[in-house]
T-cell receptor, first 109, second 113 residues
Framework: GQNIDQPTEMTATEGAIVQINCTYQ??????LFWYQQHAGEAPTFLSYNVLDGLEEKGRFSSFLSRSKGYSYLLLKELQMKDSASYLCAVRDSNYQLIWGAGTKLIIKP | ETGVTQSPTHLIKTRGQQVTLRCSSQSGHNTVSWYQQALGQGPQFIFQYYREEENGRGNFPPRFSGLQFPNYSSELNVNALELDDSALYLCASSSGQGAYEQYFGPGTRLTVT
């Protein structure tokens, strides 16, 4: 079966750095996505990785290792508005997105 | 450029009823995907439409059906509603199956009582 695992909840302090991990087992691989979702709202696109390595985008970076079925999202200089759920999703061989359950990130002052 | 819109925002239905949810894709996008997101879970892929044809389907029963119109807007129909169908239904549009970015609408919150 297809499976994406990420921690249920993480807590971090404002101004700090946090790393959210994601491991996956899917039927084929056509890219890995990270989305941010605030409570009651739609997901918004953060990053896309299809090749191994690190993609940096401002305060957010995403890393991919296809051989290990592993990715992480790194958030730097945390702000209170970063409190949200972070969803990892993999596009499989049928170009369907398989989603993790999301990691709820709580930022404390 | 108009973003993805969905209607209605909220809906309450009774078990056994039928419901139709609507989605207008972003300008220039010809692909629409529908997702069901239960509380505290990630979205689950229902199906995708590309140029008016169903182009992929997740593990949902046939009572979940859809349409895409020539202007690329889309409908999701659910028959014989069950309590477990209560969820946020998200529509996302993109410029093709292989496009790396999908743009999500605000969702329709469906409650089945």
């Amino acid at each position: 079966g297809q499976n994406i695992d990420q921690p249920t909840e993480m807590t971090a302090t404002e101004g700090a750095i946090v790393q959210i991990n994601c491991t996956y087992q899917t039927s084929g691989f056509n890219g890995l996505f990270w989305y941010q979702q605030h409570a009651g709202e739609a997901p918004t696109f953060l990053s896309y990785n299809v090749l191994d390595g690190l993609e940096e985008k401002g305060r957010f970076s995403s890393f991919l290792s296809r051989s290990k079925g592993y990715s992480y999202l790194l958030l730097k200089e945390l702000q209170m508005k970063d409190s949200a759920s972070y969803l990892c999703a993999v596009r499989d061989s049928n170009y369907q997105l398989i989603w993790g359950a999301g990691t709820k990130l709580i930022i404390k002052p | 450029e108009t973003g993805v819109t969905q209607s209605p925002t909220h809906l309450i239905k009774t078990r056994g009823q039928q419901v139709t949810l609507r989605c207008s894709s972003q300008s220039g996008h010809n692909t629409v995907s529908w997702y069901q997101q239960a509380l505290g879970q990630g979205p689950q892929f229902i199906f995708q439409y590309y140029r008016e044809e169903e182009n992929g389907r997740g593990n949902f029963p046939p009572r979940f059906s859809g349409l895409q119109f020539p202007n690329y807007s889309s409908e999701l129909n659910v028959n014989a509603l069950e309590l477990d169908d209560s969820a946020l239904y998200l529509c996302a549009s993109s410029s093709g199956q292989g496009a790396y970015e999908q743009y999500f609408g605000p969702g329709t919150r469906l409650t089945v009582t």
